[in-house]
């Protein structure tokens, strides 16, 4: 890279827009990135509140992403901080909920939808021009794994959602491509989360002893591959998915 | 709770899951003798005794479990 | 197979269910279907009447599937024709029309995925029942190159759309595997269709010339493989994806 | 297709190279092949010769593909034959059998590579310029779904060959793409064979109680997709691996 | 992590074995590593011998690849060093010439599958016992973006050694999952190395020409990657393939 | 119709197509000179001129237009 | 043949597939006590074990073995 | 050297390429004249061209070169 470009890209900091960090994931990276966050939350006010107290350099939004209004609000509030977006990391969606197919609601599908995907699409609407203007983006989305070869039984609402995201994923990253910015997205295992709860301990527990670690995914496991993905130089790499699974998926 | 007690509470539990008021389970009900008795409802039933009897399975409890009766033998030993 | 299980499958024909008729890929394939059909006709009420009146063996239906309600209706209508279906080829979908994603439209996004992943997952809820009891049944969805790979720019609405059937695909051959139910699905390359009206025939040109083959899918091409997958013989594969691009996108 | 090129195709069956035909796969295909056979043995010349008699038009050669004299030799014996080849199904390979790293056989490794890689890029470097000449040409070979995701433990010397396999017919489906050949490949699950007299029964018992359908894949179900893969009216499908697993591996 | 885990932990650096460090990639790679290095060098002792006196840190081998005898001698040496080796990257490979099938030559691809596959087996067959003691080990491969989708056409060879390594490289991280070893690649699009010199710089300058981003991938793109896939703390990721190619090819 | 007022007609079309009142546009403008002028706006543009002159364009006329005048050229040849 | 003489003979099946002629057996033996006596290895002994005693496991047979005085109390039972 | 010479030393790399000491080419010889002058051998071509004259081309060059007599237009141009 020639002195200019360096020069160039040196003050390439930005803001972080965290989108979804009530997951604890979304809250173990806000405490890696000491510049300046914008951090979503969904489920509930309160921590949003709570946490922009906690830092001068963190903002909070609340913002319910699961209708097309919600969304275009959520976006409105981003705006208004009315601050450059260079980075932006995608984790919102609800826990996985076993469910056999013929007890398929359409609207609970829709509605997950509109979180995951409509979310991340009309999000990304309102801050790509900007970070084309400024030909620096990095953009980190979270898959699961079960995107990955065979999906496990009983969450085709779950497994359909994320496919969708992922299609977006990509054809972002080919839309993107050559402008700067780099869109990819890590796939990992079952993961140590809040978004556990909605299993009993008994099959966390079966999943982990089945597990060649002995364990199942920690946040840290997948933190440390998001940051690498949010990195200045880390810019031929888009369009990709990266499975954190300890070996149990992969392409 | 006497073991007649178990039964009849986990036999609810099985009429709701399975949408089927006319279900009669014993000792010897097994997976092979309800249909969609699969994984998915295997857990459903567990999480659900768990609420019913306020108490709590370990993945060492209820791997292989293999019918009711072992089932209610449990329920027992977690409640005494 | 046991004597026994060649007799009980020797009568396994039953009803073929061919939603989105409308489209040359699934008017070819009907043709091909000399057992009863059951044709669902999304752009026309009249094409709808006029094809239910060329074949005694066959019923046609209109339905409109861009929402749940329609979606609901349609799925009534054929209940009301009171046949056991125990084949069903999914093909509705919008043309694909070039996009950026900064004039993505929430609202056409959703309807997409109405038309195709809604009411793929809606219709399977009401007739795999009924398939799970006699032990039988084929699934055939209609998905696209694009699905493959790296996808092409300026489609990410209909690229999106298709993944989020592609994950219902196969969530669904998991679940129902092991009940004689296979569902798998065909991935074509750009296909000479009523649906390329949406293209300028310079663009469909440039598409073929590129070609190796020297020339873009026939519906021939597709309707052969989509034949393949509904055979009763064909009971072992099961989740899979057949790429149909002459050599130009593959697994 | 013009009448020309109907006419001209109108007499494309030529002869079928079953290369591997020692296994229960090969030898199945071949019984539902009614044209002219080549069918070639490596396990025992013996074999090779009392199949030959069988049928008048079934050719039998046997060659050890182990090394690259005997590939050479075995190629002799084929044109020697002096017919057109049309169609290639490529099966041979040793039985897979379970190993740790550390006891990796270099010399094992590479005579693996050359019974399943080396002989079907030298057959295919001597017949396919013969199929370019006639603008036809069907070539199938046989992977593994261990080549698909995350394979089985202990098997790599198996695994790593199968996979330079599937380079090889990937690169040369590439190649020949637009000449009238078509190369594409199945890859099977664990199949009802002679090659598992290497596994106890216990373990394949094991595999088959596990699978959802409760049985492992049986030669017919391989033989149905091979014979597809050989129809001339299946000429835009190229490059393509057709998992064969009843739901267990897709990609 | 327990802290008696990260203290038991604390000391894992040992050192690096960098084969086929004559090309840039493992050039530049050993720049970036601080810590004990031994190099492998297969095209000129020299380059060896010179690199060795550089450092203090490092020590260089010479082996030739292209021979099972050669590639025992080669490990002879480094174990001859006497020291732990807890990180391995493997870069061995002929530079990809570009050829017709119908010029293939069976014993130059024998050759490069010792250079690739055979050189990786038996290295890790080697030194990967010992990892195993230590319960830490981080392996790297470069494969190639020819591993994804459709590869170009006219490198068969080349192709099917990269995917032999590539099911390698899979089966080993299966093998070894649990015990504290990741096995982990790296897949580029072409580099800018000295490897290219094979290649016209019209071609050359092509490629960078088509690719979105206006240029090849930089030795310094596919270090960034290494080092992370070296990393300590990254121990969750195991059997993935991460595409560095400017959203030219992804899974 | 001349050449102007071809230039004219082919000016609103861009101008319609970049959201933009305030393009001008020459024999000599290209696809360096107005942002976002990729393939999508390029095949939106050829579309527009095909309803506008209700002309039709081959693959071979439309390979390799560099720039405006080019463009204009091509319209002229059809309309002749 | 005695429990004696069969702990005898898995024994030397057990020296042989793990390369040592160290390894003494009991029957509280398991794969926690030898280091890589993972899937594969019990595969082998039990392979190892059919051939040596000429005797046949099913797969209900070796599902669940947990120790080597499992394993003879198998091997027992078949012989008999 | 002029245009004959060009023509006769791009003859033999041509005879070299496809194995064919027959092969005549001239200024409109093109890829539909010669079975197998694809890509690769395009490639080749010019990349001794590029040896045998001692020039290099750029990839401005060598793009839509169309025929022989284009390939030598272009030598000449290297070569002045």
């Known amino acids: 890279m020639s002195i200019e470009e360096i020069m160039e890209k040196s003050d390439r900091n930005g803001v972080t827009l965290v989108v979804g960090a009530d997951s604890d994931i979304g809250a173990k990276l806000i405490e890696t990135i000491s510049t300046d966050v914008i951090a979503h939350y969904y489920l509930s006010k309160e ?9 001068d350099n963190l903002w909070s939004v609340y913002g319910d992403l699961s209708s097309v209004p919600g969304i275009t609000e959520f976006i409105q509030g981003v705006v208004a901080i009315d601050r450059h977006i260079s980075r932006i990391v995608h984790l919102p969606s609800s826990p996985a909920k076993p469910n056999r197919i013929t007890k398929f609601d359409p609207n609970r599908y829709l509605r997950e939808i509109n979180i995951q995907v409509v979310s991340a699409a009309m999000i990304l609407q309102a801050f790509l021009p900007a970070m084309v203007k400024d030909n620096f983006g990095r953009i980190a989305m979270v898959l699961t794994s079960y995107c990955i070869g065979v999906p ?21 990253a080919v839309e993107y491509a050559g402008k700067g910015i780099t869109i990819n997205a890590v796939a990992p295992s079952m993961t140590e989360t809040n978004f556990l709860s909605t ?8 999943t982990a002893k089945a597990h060649p670690m ?31 699974t300890g070996g149990t998926a992969f392409f | 709770m006497n073991r007649a007690e178990i039964l009849d509470r ?3 539990i099985f009429r709701d899951i399975f949408d089927d008021n006319d279900i009669l389970i014993t000792d010897e009900t097994n997976a092979t003798d309800i249909e969609d ?9 567990l999480v659900a005794i768990q609420k019913e009897f306020s108490i709590k399975f370990s993945i060492d409890d209820v791997e292989g479990l293999e019918n009711v009766g072992q089932t209610i033998d449990l329920i027992e030993a977690k409640l005494s």
């Not at chain 1, 921590?47 to 830092?55: H, I, M, P, V, Y």
């Not at chain 2, 008795?37 to 295997?42: A, H, K, N, T, V």
């Open chain 1, 47 to 55: 921590k949003a509140e709570a946490t922009a107290s906690n830092r």
């Open chain 1, 152 to 172: 496990p039984k009983y969450l085709s609402e779950y497994v359909s959602a994320k496919y969708a995201l992922m299609g977006l994923m990509k054809s972002l």
């Open chain 2, 10 to 12: 986990v036999q609810n």
């Open chain 1, 199 to 206: 299993l009993p301990e008994f099959e966390i527990e079966s």
């Open chain 1, 214 to 244: 002995g364990r199942i995914a920690t946040p840290e496991d997948i933190v440390g591959i998001l940051g690498m993905l949010l990195k200045q130089d880390i810019e031929y790499m888009t369009g990709t998915i990266i499975p954190i």
């Open chain 2, 37 to 45: 008795w699969e994984s998915l409802e295997q857990i459903n039933i």
